[in-house]
């Protein structure tokens, strides 16, 4: 029995250690259906220039929806939970924390629909 509930234990400590969220990521919520450039079931990450190497995840799952980015990406919810409130993860994949150097909506694109920055990272901005 004792030896069962450890299996567990190492199980859900193994499983944690999967979906652990890196404090180093830069964090958003957004509401894809607010107004913007994008369709109600889509969130843009805005970029301008040069520099980025970065990996999304649209829903905070753990799952990567795309990686090694160096431009703009689109979230696309349709094939997730379609329209609505979700958190976006933007983690660095240049290993040297400069993959997103800059979030740029220039007072447009999908600026309506970011609601909060939950946690701005260690990148270098
Ligand atoms: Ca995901």
Known sequence: MQRKALAILISICSITQVY???DNDFVIIIKSDNSGFSTPTQFTIPTT???YNYNVDCNDDGTLEAAAQTGNYTCDYSSLSGAGSYTIRIEDNSGLGTGFPRIHFNNTADRRKITAVLQWGNGTW
């Open 20 to 22: 652990a969220a890196s």
């Open 49 to 51: 220039g040069s520099g």
